[in-house]
């Protein structure tokens, strides 16, 4: 595989997962307080929830980063990742109890972990 099209690639995951990462602020941020309420979740389990999204990010962040330094890869990282989004978004619409949001949220939140992986990817081509 020649470099061009190696490196068109990679930026499509790049917009892919930026892609993914949008459904949390147009979909997930304007609901999740009325979809717990329908669930009888006391008021703290919305901080819960949209914390527990960065929080994993937070603990993935760090992983993906080293993953990428000590591959130099990014596509197959960022590809990785969107399978933790994708699944934490199905769970999250799929969601029947309070818990399984929280999980949701704890899922997704390991795909954002590939941001590091993205901005180093960036840093070594410019």
Do not use: C, H
Not at 1 to 17: A, E, N, P, S, V
Not at 90 to 114: D, H, Q
């Amino acid at each position: 595989m020649d470099y061009r099209r190696k490196r068109r690639l990679t930026f499509f995951t790049i917009g892919l997962i930026f892609l993914l990462s949008g459904i949390e602020y147009a979909v997930i941020l304007p609901t999740i307080w009325r979809y717990l309420q329908t669930l009888d979740a006391a008021p703290y389990f919305l901080g819960l929830s949209l914390s527990a999204f960065s929080f994993s990010g937070l603990l993935a962040g760090p992983l993906f980063g080293l993953w990428s330094d000590r591959t130099l890869g990014t596509k197959k990282i960022i590809l990785f990742a969107n399978i933790f989004e994708i699944v934490g978004n199905f769970l999250y619409f799929m969601g029947y109890s309070k818990w399984l949001l929280l999980g949701s949220r704890l899922v997704a939140g390991i795909g954002t972990g590939a941001g590091s992986s993205i901005f180093g990817f960036l840093t070594r081509n410019t």
